[in-house]
């Protein structure tokens, strides 16, 4: 998987999973991040966290 460029919110962590491209969690607290998106937009979100 590509490296992302994600910090968590809520601790700080930088790494995360990225489940049906629609939410974003923190693998170290378990803070999820959801995008509500349809099939067209589902690739800019992941887009984004990608270098």
Known sequence: ???LNY???KC???SCE???????T???C???EIY?????TIGN????FTN
């Not at 990225?18 to 974003?24: L, R």
């Not at 509500?36 to 067209?40: G, L, M, W």
């Open 12 to 14: 700080g962590n930088t």
């Open 18 to 24: 990225i489940d049906e491209f629609t939410t974003v």
């Open 26 to 28: 923190c693998k170290r």
């Open 1 to 3: 998987m590509n490296e």
């Open 45 to 48: 979100i992941f887009d984004f």
């Open 36 to 40: 509500k998106a349809d099939s067209s």
């Open 30 to 32: 378990s803070y999820t």
């Open 7 to 9: 910090t968590c919110p």
